[in-house]
């Protein structure tokens, strides 16, 4: 599995023992993507062998200072020296002073996948 970049996915196990006929769920380790079809990090056991999935290390995030600004977003944490993140990693946003959430809350979590992070939206706040 350390040579595959996997690890079992819902287990901090090592190790496990199956019979031949089950099926194995395994996912990328952190900071890793998957090289493969998502359909083949679900193995079955064949007579004691199994086919490993594959994962490779994910390019890294750098934070643009430009999108940030043309989302009229912010970093939730402004002491944060770091504007690159690794694959997988959470990057956490905001809303610039004076402006509201056009993007669902959820997409304020944005995630560092494979060298692209997707930018939530605020909208100036009118008041009156």
């Known amino acids: 599995m350390d040579t595959n970049n996997i690890e079992l996915k819902g287990s901090r196990e090592t190790k496990l023992y199956v019979s ?6 395994f996912r990328c380790k952190a900071g890793y993507v998957k090289e493969q079809e998502p359909s083949h990090f679900r193995v079955q056991c064949v007579e004691g062998v199994l086919d490993y999935p594959r994962c490779r ?13 043309s989302n009229n977003i912010q970093l939730q944490s402004p002491q944060s020296r770091t504007s ?22 959820e997409k304020f979590r944005a995630q560092c996948l494979d060298g692209v992070i997707t ?4 909208r100036k706040s009118w008041f009156g």
């Open 119 to 122: 930018y939530p939206t605020c």
């Open 84 to 105: 690159t993140y690794h694959s997988g990693d959470f990057i956490f946003l905001e809303c610039k002073s004076g402006y509201r959430q056009v993007s669902r809350a």
């Open 20 to 25: 031949s006929g089950d099926y194995i769920e």
């Open 57 to 69: 290390l994910g390019r890294n995030c750098t934070v643009s200072t430009n999108h940030m600004e």
